[in-house]
C-alpha cells in the first residue's frame, strides 16, 4: 500500500531491472532478538514473505540480502544466523510460486557464486549477474562477509553476461565499500554497485573501465521505505541507463526521497549537491499525476 501511495503506476521508481537492500528478516515470527533491548539503540527489522511477494507484484525483482539486520533473529539457544535460515526457508517457498525471484548475499550454499538470471527488455535478451556483500563482519556461515570478498569477485568476473550488478552493505565505515567497488568495476569489469548503511545519500563515482566505458557507484543510495527510520529526504533513487545494443553506460540519473515511517515520498532536497565526479544537471517536471519530480542526471 504504502508503494501505490507513493507511486500507483511505478513511475517514480520502476525500470526495466529493479534493485533493493532487503533490510531485515523475512519471517511471520522471531523467537528472540539478536542482542538485549536497549532504549534507544535497539534495532531489530521482521518482515513478511507477503512484503516480498508484493514487492515483485510492482516489479522489483532483485533483493540484496547481505547485511547486519537479516541476522536480527535468534533460537532462544542463540543459534548463530537462525533468522538467515528461517529466511531462507520462506525465500525458498516463494520462489516457487514467483519464478523470477532473484535474491542474493544469504544462501545455504554456494553463497559467493552469482546469480545469473536472462531477462527480455525491450525484445532483446540481456543476462544479468546480481552478487552482495556485506564489510560489517569478517565472517558469516549463510551470508557474503569480508572474508569473502576476493571469491565473490573472482566469480562475477569470470560470468560471461552482459551486466555485472554488485550491491554491498557497510556500516559507517564507507572505505572498504569503495575499495571493493572500485576492484569491481575495474578487474571484474563491473557496471553498477549500489551502496547502502549509512541511511543517508553518499558520494557517486564515475568508474572508467578502460577502452573509454564506464561504470558507477553509489556509496549509498540511503534510505526508501521503512517504517522504524526517522523521517529525512536525503536519500536516492538511482537510476542507469545503458544503450540497449551496445549496453554502454549512457546516462545516471537521481530521484531524491524522503522517508517518513509508513511512507516514502519525493522529496525536494536537491541530489546535485551530493560529492561525485559528474557534473549533474537538474530537472524538474510534472508527472501525469500532477507531481513535480525533482532530479538530477548526467550523460556520458
Same mark, same amino acid.
Given at each position: 500500500?504504502?508503494?501505490?501511495?507513493?507511486?500507483?503506476?511505478?513511475?517514480?521508481?520502476?525500470?526495466?531491472?529493479?534493485?533493493?537492500?532487503?533490510?531485515?528478516?523475512?519471517?511471520? $515470527?522471531?523467537?528472540?532478538?539478536?542482542?538485549? #533491548? =536497549?532504549?534507544?539503540?535497539?534495532?531489530?527489522?521482521?518482515?513478511? %514473505?507477503?512484503?516480498?511477494?508484493?514487492?515483485?507484484? =510492482?516489479?522489483?525483482?532483485?533483493?540484496?540480502?547481505? &547485511?547486519?539486520?537479516?541476522?536480527?533473529?535468534? $533460537?532462544?539457544?542463540?543459534?548463530?544466523?537462525?533468522? $538467515?535460515?528461517?529466511?531462507?526457508?520462506?525465500?525458498?517457498?516463494?520462489?516457487?510460486? #514467483?519464478?523470477?525471484?532473484? #535474491?542474493?548475499?544469504?544462501?545455504?550454499?554456494?553463497? &559467493?557464486?552469482?546469480?545469473?538470471?536472462?531477462?527480455?527488455?525491450?525484445?532483446?535478451?540481456?543476462?544479468?549477474?546480481?552478487?552482495?556483500?556485506?564489510?560489517?563482519?569478517?565472517?558469516?556461515?549463510?551470508?557474503?562477509?569480508?572474508?569473502?570478498?576476493?571469491?565473490?569477485?573472482?566469480?562475477?568476473?569470470?560470468?560471461?553476461?552482459?551486466?555485472?550488478?554488485?550491491?554491498?552493505?557497510?556500516?559507517?565505515?564507507?572505505?572498504?565499500?569503495?575499495?571493493?567497488?572500485?576492484?569491481?568495476?575495474?578487474?571484474?569489469?563491473?557496471?553498477?554497485?549500489?551502496?547502502?548503511?549509512?541511511?543517508?545519500?553518499?558520494?557517486?563515482?564515475?568508474?572508467?573501465?578502460?577502452?573509454?566505458?564506464?561504470?558507477?557507484?553509489?556509496?549509498?543510495?540511503?534510505?526508501?521505505?521503512? %517504517?522504524?527510520?526517522? %523521517?529525512? *529526504?536525503?536519500?536516492?533513487?538511482?537510476?542507469?541507463?545503458?544503450?540497449?545494443?551496445?549496453?554502454?553506460?549512457?546516462?545516471?540519473?537521481?530521484?531524491?526521497?524522503?522517508?517518513?515511517?509508513?511512507?516514502?515520498?519525493?522529496?525536494?532536497? &536537491? %541530489?546535485?549537491?551530493?560529492?561525485?565526479?559528474?557534473?549533474?544537471?537538474?530537472?524538474?517536471? $510534472?508527472?501525469?499525476?500532477?507531481?513535480?519530480?525533482? *532530479?538530477? #542526471?548526467?550523460?556520458?
Amino acid at each position: 500500500p504504502a508503494l501505490d501511495r507513493f507511486s500507483k503506476d511505478g513511475q517514480f521508481y520502476r525500470g526495466d531491472l529493479n534493485f533493493i537492500n532487503w533490510e531485515s528478516v523475512v519471517g511471520d $515470527q522471531c523467537l528472540q532478538w539478536h542482542a538485549p #533491548y =536497549r532504549r534507544g539503540r535497539s534495532y531489530a527489522f521482521l518482515s513478511r %514473505p507477503e512484503n516480498i511477494e508484493q514487492a515483485i507484484n =510492482r516489479g522489483i525483482k532483485f533483493f540484496a540480502l547481505s &547485511n547486519n539486520h537479516t541476522r536480527d533473529c535468534h $533460537q532462544v539457544s542463540n543459534e548463530t544466523d537462525w533468522g $538467515q535460515i528461517i529466511m531462507l526457508n520462506e525465500l525458498e517457498a516463494i520462489q516457487h510460486q #514467483y519464478t523470477e525471484l532473484s #535474491y542474493h548475499g544469504v544462501e545455504f550454499s554456494n553463497k &559467493n557464486s552469482p546469480k545469473i538470471v536472462k531477462k527480455i527488455i525491450k525484445g532483446k535478451e540481456i543476462t544479468i549477474a546480481f552478487s552482495t556483500l556485506y564489510t560489517g563482519r569478517e565472517s558469516c556461515p549463510f551470508a557474503t562477509c569480508l572474508e569473502d570478498i576476493d571469491e565473490v569477485l573472482q566469480n562475477i568476473k569470470q560470468a560471461s553476461v552482459d551486466l555485472k550488478i554488485l550491491m554491498i552493505h557497510s556500516m559507517s565505515d564507507q572505505t572498504k565499500l569503495v575499495e571493493i567497488a572500485k576492484k569491481f568495476i575495474k578487474d571484474s569489469d563491473g557496471d553498477i554497485v549500489f551502496g547502502s548503511g549509512p541511511h543517508r545519500w553518499k558520494p557517486i563515482r564515475l568508474v572508467e573501465k578502460g577502452n573509454q566505458t564506464y561504470g558507477i557507484i553509489f556509496d549509498s543510495l540511503g534510505n526508501f521505505l521503512h %517504517p522504524s527510520m526517522a %523521517p529525512q *529526504g536525503k536519500n536516492i533513487i538511482g537510476r542507469v541507463l545503458f544503450d540497449l545494443n551496445t549496453l554502454e553506460l549512457k546516462q545516471v540519473q537521481l530521484i531524491p526521497v524522503k522517508n517518513d515511517l509508513l511512507e516514502v515520498r519525493l522529496s525536494q532536497e &536537491n %541530489p546535485a549537491s551530493i560529492e561525485s565526479n559528474m557534473d549533474w544537471k537538474t530537472f524538474n517536471i $510534472q508527472n501525469n499525476s500532477g507531481n513535480n519530480i525533482n *532530479g538530477a #542526471y548526467f550523460n556520458l
